[in-house]
Each structure stands twice: as C-alpha cells, then as structure tokens.
C-alpha cells in the first residue's frame, strides 16, 4: 500500500541519513519510477531534501525540546484536553498512554474510573498514577529516553503487542497534512505498533500543533478516530478531518458516552 510504503521509506531515510534512488529501490522492491513519485511526496511533507543521486533526512527545524520545558508551556489547554480525553475511557477498559505532557493530564481525571489498566511507556505517566489505587498500569520495558521521560526500543513494541488495548491516546510533535509527526527517531515504532495494535485511536494536541512539522510521520490522519484539542483548528484542517470522517472533540463539547461505547 502506498501511504504505509512511504511512511517506510521515511523512516528508512531518516534512520540512515541518506539513501540513494537504487538503494531505496532495492529495500522496497519497487521501479525507479515509483520510487521517484515517493521522494517527491516526501520533498513536499518537508520530510527529506534531494541530493545529488538521492535524498537525506531533513535536519529537524526544531530540535525536541526537553521534557521539563513542555510540561511547563501551555499547561491550561493541556489540562482542558487531557479532561476532555478522559471522557473517552470507560470502566473497565484497557488504555494506552503515549509519552508526552498533553496525555500525562488525562490521569488525574480517571480517579473515578473503575478498573481501568493503563499501558504506557511514559515514566511520567506511572508517577502521575501512583495515588490512583483503581488504576493498574503495566511499564513497558526497554531503553530511558531522557527528552521525553519514555522507555524506547524492540522491547517496548514487542511487550506492547501481547496485549488488546482498546484505546491508544497519542500525541505528537505536529500535526501536518499528511498525519501526526514526531521529532523522536527513536519514539517512531511505539507510537506507530501503538495506532497499529489498538481498537481505536485519538490523538491529543493543542492548536498550536496544526501546521507543524515534526521529523517523521507515525500515522496519517485517517488513522484516529477523534482528534481532542483546545480550539477549532484552521480550514484546511477541518476539512483533512471531515474527508477522512475524524471527529473533532474540543473541551466544550460534551462526550456522549453510550455512542463512544458502541
């Protein structure tokens, strides 16, 4: 399929560096033609720059900024859509929590859940829970990320997919046209095997996010069900969202907890 062909190629180029057209021939067992028409789509996400015989990873426009520093910015918003997320977790049920500021603000708002297992990778996210006895939460192994406060590696994935989560809650870097972005090479596979392996997905991003960026793309929009932010987003976006039937949820609306049940 051509949208996860080139998500593979992205990842490809970013964790090499550089890569010629025969290479990226070779690895994905495609024509030279097609794998022009895929570097192309990535030269317009921003994705890659073209070199002399092929294309190297884009350097990042922004360097990921510390975790420390995110959880301080923004924080109002932050704490509207993570109680706004909330809502989507139902007694019972079994959630993932992607590492990030945004999602940490979902946990003090499930104190009234029952039984409700948590699986993340965030070390902020275990913490956050720690007074929360109704909430078990399962550590994913593997290697501390100390940007973003996150265990990362085979080992996370490989644990991740023995289980049935019903609900991924993501976030990202930025949201381009072509889907959620991170800045994290080595947070790329949990958060793209975490869309993969989940009944559903909801990205959680302030609109700050809309418009930017990040090195790579983990998942095209039409990967989430619902998109939770702190303000109605620009045109161009709302429609990406309506094509691809991605409801929008901000904090003012209210979640209709039989329909998100079905």
Not at 5 to 30: H, N, P
Not at 84 to 102: E, K, M, P, W, Y
Not at 184 to 192: G, L, M, N, P, V
């Amino acid at each position: 399929m051509k949208a996860n062909r080139i998500l593979e190629m992205e990842k490809y180029i970013t964790l090499k560096g550089t890569a010629s057209i025969e290479e990226l021939q070779r690895q994905f067992d495609v024509s030279a033609n097609t794998v022009r028409r895929d570097i192309a789509e990535l030269l317009q996400r921003g994705a890659a720059e073209k070199v002399y015989g092929g294309v190297r990873a884009r350097p990042a426009s922004q360097t990921l900024t510390p975790y420390e520093l995110r959880q301080m910015s923004g924080g109002e918003a932050k704490e509207l859509i993570g109680r706004t997320a909330a809502q989507l977790v139902r007694d019972g049920d079994v959630i993932f929590i992607d590492s990030g500021t945004t999602t940490l603000r979902m946990i003090d708002h499930l104190k009234d859940r029952r039984d409700v297992t948590i699986i993340t990778h965030s070390l902020g996210a275990v913490i956050r829970a720690l007074p929360y006895e109704n909430l078990h939460v399962i550590v994913l192994p593997g290697s501390l990320r100390r940007k973003t406060n996150s265990m990362t590696g085979s080992d996370s994935v490989k644990a991740m997919k023995k289980y049935n989560i019903r609900t991924a809650f993501m976030a990202a870097t930025g949201v381009s046209m072509h889907g959620a972005t991170n800045s994290s090479a080595q947070e790329y596979d949990i958060k793209q095997a975490a869309v993969e392996c989940s009944d559903r997905s909801i990205l959680l991003v302030d609109r700050h996010k809309f418009g930017i960026t990040g090195m790579m793309t983990y998942a095209p929009i039409s990967s989430f069900e619902a998109v939770v932010t702190d303000e109605e987003p620009g045109e161009d976006y709302l429609n990406l969202l309506k094509e691809n039937d991605v409801r929008l949820i901000l904090p003012e609306e209210p979640v209709d907890q039989n329909k998100e049940g079905e």
